[in-house]
């Protein structure tokens, strides 16, 4: 009967001393947010774990889903024809802008066929990952055959969004701060082609 109180009395007196709870470094305690501003919850499952392609929270974690209404510039290129772009998660899903000071254009593209004065091109995502985004794009021009097909990748590295594609175009493009309101775009015309997602 002693022995067990003493026992009993160790276990009260060891359980009541404070222990340290040490986090281990490679544990991400940080949220992933969003462009919206949403973050993903912080739980013991990994984000890994969340956007897994058969998990709950994989539609979330989707490219289109995470950058919608990001604005990208191209600062090094200035003499491309769009070197600025939008994400947008819905039917026109990428808007291309170049804003110049005599005239500004502005188009977008959607997934599947798009037509433009008779000419026709079809757009297909092959991968729409975390901060990969890769589409392949079929050009028919005015006939009904495929004269080419190009494959464009989106990736975010570091804060840039790295542009790559089969017919040897490379970009960098920085998160843009630009106002990309038609009202307030200083520019004497803005010529809106099919797609054109100002806002």
């Known amino acids: 009967m002693k022995n067990l109180f003493i026992m009993f009395l160790c276990i009260i007196v060891f359980s009541c001393f404070k222990t340290d709870i040490v986090q281990f470094e490679t544990a991400n305690t940080d949220p992933a947010t969003f462009a919206s501003g949403q973050q993903l919850p912080v739980a013991t499952r990994s984000y890994t774990n969340f956007c897994n392609p058969n998990g709950w929270g994989r539609k979330g974690c989707e490219f289109l889903a995470k950058y919608d209404g990001t604005f990208w510039a191209d600062t090094e290129n200035y003499y491309s024809d769009f070197s600025d772009l939008k994400f947008i998660n819905d039917v026109y899903f990428v808007s291309f802008f170049n804003i110049d000071n005599d005239v500004s254009y502005c188009k977008g593209w959607r997934t599947g066929e798009n037509t433009y004065d008779g000419i026709k091109w079809n757009i ?17 021009g005015f006939s009904d055959e495929i004269e080419y ?4 990748k989106y990736e975010v590295i570091d804060s840039l969004l790295h542009f790559t594609s089969t017919d040897n175009q490379t970009f960098i493009f920085s998160p ?14 803005i010529i809106e082609l099919q797609g054109c997602m100002f806002y």
Do not use: R
């Open 124 to 140: 297909k995502i092959t991968k729409d990952g975390w901060d990969v985004l890769w589409f392949d794009y079929d050009y028919y």
């Open 176 to 189: 843009s701060d630009k106002n990309y309101s038609k009202d307030y775009v200083d520019t004497g015309e």
């Open 149 to 152: 097909t190009i494959t464009y």
